[in-house]
């Protein structure tokens, strides 16, 4: 179905409850046991997050961890198929 990694882009929603919650990057990065330059990266999508990391930062949010990742089809490829 997908061609290339670049047909799907996964986003996140950790910037947006960290802020939500008040929480400064640094204190995520403790709370999950990171650093705040991880957690800076992962809101910049310059990182993959792990599978046990997004489970932990769902925890900490007390959120589902389906809410936390938003797929992004690339729907120019869908279009050609």
Known sequence: MF?????????????????????????LGFAIGTS?????????HRTEIAVKTGFKIAKHY???????FI?????EQFAQQ
Not at 9 to 21: F, G, S
Not at 36 to 44: A, C, G, K, L, S
Not at 62 to 68: S, V
């Open 3 to 27: 061609k290339k990694e670049s047909d799907f882009i996964v986003e996140n929603r950790i910037k947006e409850l960290r802020e939500k919650n008040g929480e400064s990057q640094a204190e």
């Open 36 to 44: 705040r330059q991880t957690i800076i990266n992962m809101e910049n």
């Open 62 to 68: 007390g959120c589902d961890i389906n809410y936390l």
């Open 71 to 75: 797929p992004k089809h690339n729907i």
